[in-house]
């Protein structure tokens, strides 16, 4: 019964070990993706300084970079505590190891100095010929033969702890190393934080000095935000409207017996079995589309918000802007029919995708490659994002509705 517990033990164990090699391995990949994100936002950084024409802009990717140095360390620290808890129970393994062969070298020893005080063959042979019957000649014979197998079988069992403790051994010392330099980078990374949050403070106090002619310009932006979110909403409708007609249309053909005098919906689409399938689709991968662009971070999350300089201004989105690097191309994020390509400015051009009752929109792209009634695939390239002249921002703006309702684009795209 005990040799089976300790075996049980030692498989939970073993168990246990390869779930943490697996989660370190995790920790590992997402270290790397959040250190790329951080050199993507310093790449970006790096552009606007050279413009020099947008300290807000300026503001919002270091603010992002800082979030992402924090995640970093969190992630590391992850790492350390992982990494102890393994080399705990790596620990405890060995401190077993060396107990049981201890255990069994004196054993091994005693059976050792037992053979050899009755190691001649001659004590052998008279061991069984001094037995009283054949029967108990043959059980004789026997044990010794057991036991010379036995013995053989210590031995090796000797042999296989001592290669096993010393396997145990070398991955404590390379788990040591590996600590030793994880703990390194983390103090590495506090003090390059530090150093970023003592650098955006010196932005924000120049920043506060610009104030009115900031609050100015958000004041400005968000007319024109509402603006543009009403000719969306009047095109969406409209594109509602024409689909329900259409629809209307073919039930007529189909029943030319049945006339409806019924009111065309322009705020609820009223979808076909094939359109149902794809809003279905669509609606099971919230949490799972992919990035509207292949780089960048949220700088504007949805619906109202303090404004990340001036928290007394509430800035009202209707989607999200995504700040992203220069040239960067704009992707359907699901495969879907263009429904509308709009001209909002002659540098502001947007593309609005259906997925059955759902909508895609693209806004502030400075080209459109797509064309309307296109059909499209999940990361298809639509177009190229614009950089402001003004400010030297690269962003955005993406909005997901359900016929005519905003959705919060956080909630349905992968997270980062």
Partial sequence: MPKFLLSLILICATSFVWAQDSQQEKLEQRKAQIQQEIRDNEKMLQSVRKKEKSAVNEYLIQANKIKLKEKLINTTAKQERLLSNDMYINQVQV??????????????AEMILKSYKSRSEQSRAMFILSSESFLQAYKRAQYLKQYTAFRKNQGLEIQSKTAQLVDFNAKLDSQRQVKKKIIVENQKEKVTLEAEKKEQQKLVNALKKDKNKIVKDIRSKQSESKRIDRQIDRLIREAIAEANRKAAAERAKAN??????????????????????????FKANRGRLPWPVEKGFISLGYGDQPHPLHPSITVHNSGVEITTEDGANARAVFAGEVSKVIVLSPVNKAVVIQHGDYFTVYQNLSSVSVSQGDKVSIKQSIGRVRTSGDTGKTIIKFLILQNTSNNNPEGWLQSR
Avoid: C, Q, R
Wanted: aromatic share 2%; hydrophobic share 30%.
């Fill in 256 to 281: 030319p017996g049945s006339e409806t005098k019924a009111p065309v919906s322009s705020s609820k689409i009223a979808l076909t079995p094939e359109d149902k399938v794809l809003a279905a689709d």
């Fill in 95 to 108: 401190n077993k190891l060396k107990k049981e062969l201890k255990v069994l070298k004196e054993d091994y």
